[in-house]
């Protein structure tokens, strides 16, 4: 007797700390940006993507974030579980735009829980630090209101 496979959602803000999966050189253009992926994009690379994995256990993380992703994923399969992180924007705000990164390596501070030992220079290179642009104040609020727009129905769908 064969096993049910697991087909498990976690639904969240971007960047509340889920992973990072590579979204295919046609979503890369907007995720560089700092903009949600449009759905027939995303929708399009996803369904592709799932249906190498019929046979496997999986979880999506960041997918689906707007209605029309959720219908088209209940369209493939029945999901056994959702989970849900919730996080108050003004707390992942504030925490995305404490964020500094050392662009030749990636390496990530954060000035309230993980700063560099001098302000506004990387501890091993000594290279100065900069904020991504999708991580200014006002470019995560901005970011925030949209997701919180297109949440609310999927939220909804999958309660």
Not at 39 to 65: C, N, S, Y
């Amino acid at each position: 007797m064969a096993s049910k496979l697991l087909r498990a959602v976690v639904l969240g803000p971007p960047r509340l700390g889920q992973g990072h999966a590579e979204a295919g050189a046609l979503a890369q253009q907007y995720l560089e940006r700092g903009l949600l992926v449009p759905d027939h994009v995303i929708t399009r690379v996803m369904m592709a993507e799932l249906e190498k994995r019929r046979e496997q256990h999986w979880l999506l993380d960041g997918f689906p974030r707007t209605l029309g992703q959720a219908k088209a994923l209940d369209g493939i399969c029945e999901l056994d579980l959702v989970i849900s992180l919730n996080i108050p924007f003004e707390t992942l705000k504030d925490r995305l735009s404490a964020r500094w990164v050392h662009p030749a390596s990636g390496r990530v501070y954060n000035m309230d829980f993980n700063p560099p030992h001098t302000q506004g220079v990387d501890d091993l290179t000594g290279e100065p630090l900069v904020q991504r642009e999708d991580d200014r104040p006002e470019a995560v609020a901005a970011r925030l209101r949209k997701y919180k727009d297109a949440a609310k129905p999927v939220m909804e769908l999958y309660k």
